[in-house]
């Protein structure tokens, strides 16, 4: 759904080559997934482009959100639920930690009042934190890792697990990944930074729990051109784009 930083790609007023480019693959929406299981439709994260992605992807049904962490271009764009309540008569269900629900609270306190204005978006949140739950009969994997000194999560469904904002995981956390087919882990650029991987350290990663594919996501302009890098990256590893579809994962 969105493959981008939190400032998208392009940037507002950059005018480096990735920034200008023409290829779609190069256009990266905010950091976000959908998950389509059986009868089933999850989103991982709701940020500021949520309302295009949805009619980007012509979704029309949603039944619920896992968020990753609490920043903005991970939640911002709650409000955007009121379509499916509207159209599937119901709560908008979403999966949150505690930090999560704080900054929910706070920053939609309209739509948790008592007596909330008509037409306001209708959210019901379930606390997670990392232990293992269902949503109907889906099993989902949460996995804990840090984003700086800010805790994340990411979930592993079935043989497929996403990863956003991550830096540092604990030795147990990775135990969780044994076995996964397809991995979606966070890349910047090629330079270091405090709260995310580069693309260094991301390979890395990727070498350690040792998948079958993996496709790296929250990728700056400052990464490069698709048509550039991507030929560049060891063999079952590709620059994750806005729009790409991966099958047959659980």
């Given at each position: 759904m969105g493959t981008g930083t939190s400032q998208g790609v392009p940037?507002?007023?950059?005018?480096?080559?990735?920034?200008?480019?023409?290829?779609?693959?190069?256009?990266?929406?905010?950091?976000?997934?959908?998950?389509?299981?059986?009868?089933?439709?999850?989103?991982?994260?709701?940020?500021?482009?949520?309302?295009?992605?949805?009619?980007?992807?012509?979704?029309?049904?949603?039944?619920?959100?896992?968020?990753?962490h609490e920043h903005n271009d991970h939640i911002i764009g709650l409000d955007d639920v009121r379509p499916f309540n509207f159209?599937?008569?119901?709560?908008?269900?979403?999966?949150?930690?505690?930090?999560?629900?704080?900054?929910?609270?706070?920053?939609?306190?309209?739509?948790?009042?008592?007596?909330?204005?008509?037409?306001?978006?209708?959210?019901?949140?379930?606390?997670?934190?990392?232990?293992?739950?269902?949503?109907?009969?889906?099993?989902?994997?949460?996995?804990?890792?840090?984003?700086?000194?800010?805790?994340?999560?990411?979930?592993?469904?079935?043989?497929?697990?996403y990863i956003t904002d991550m830096k540092t995981m604990s030795d147990e956390e990775k135990r969780k990944l044994e076995g996964t087919d397809t991995l979606i882990v966070n890349a910047l650029h090629h330079k270091a930074h405090h709260s995310h991987l580069n693309l260094e350290e991301a390979l890395a990663f990727i070498e350690e729990i040792g998948p079958r594919r993996a496709y790296l996501t929250h990728v700056s302009h400052q990464m490069g051109l698709y048509k550039e890098m991507n030929p560049k990256l060891p063999a079952g590893v590709g620059l994750a784009y806005d729009g790409l579809i991966v099958q047959g994962l659980l």
């Open positions: 940037i507002i007023g950059c005018d480096c080559d990735v920034c200008y480019s023409t290829d779609p693959k190069d256009q990266r929406l905010r950091a976000a997934a959908l998950l389509e299981i059986g009868a089933q439709t999850l989103a991982i994260d709701c940020g500021p482009d949520f309302r295009q992605q949805m009619l980007r992807a012509k979704v029309n049904q949603l039944d619920a959100i896992l968020f990753t159209r599937q008569k119901t709560d908008m269900v979403v999966y949150a930690t505690p930090a999560v629900e704080d900054a929910l609270l706070k920053r939609f306190d309209y739509i948790f009042e008592s007596n909330p204005y008509p037409g306001a978006p209708r959210v019901r949140i379930v606390l997670i934190d990392a232990s293992p739950f269902h949503i109907g009969d889906t099993p989902i994997q949460p996995i804990s890792f840090l984003h700086g000194n800010v805790p994340v999560l990411g979930f592993r469904i079935g043989n497929i697990t």
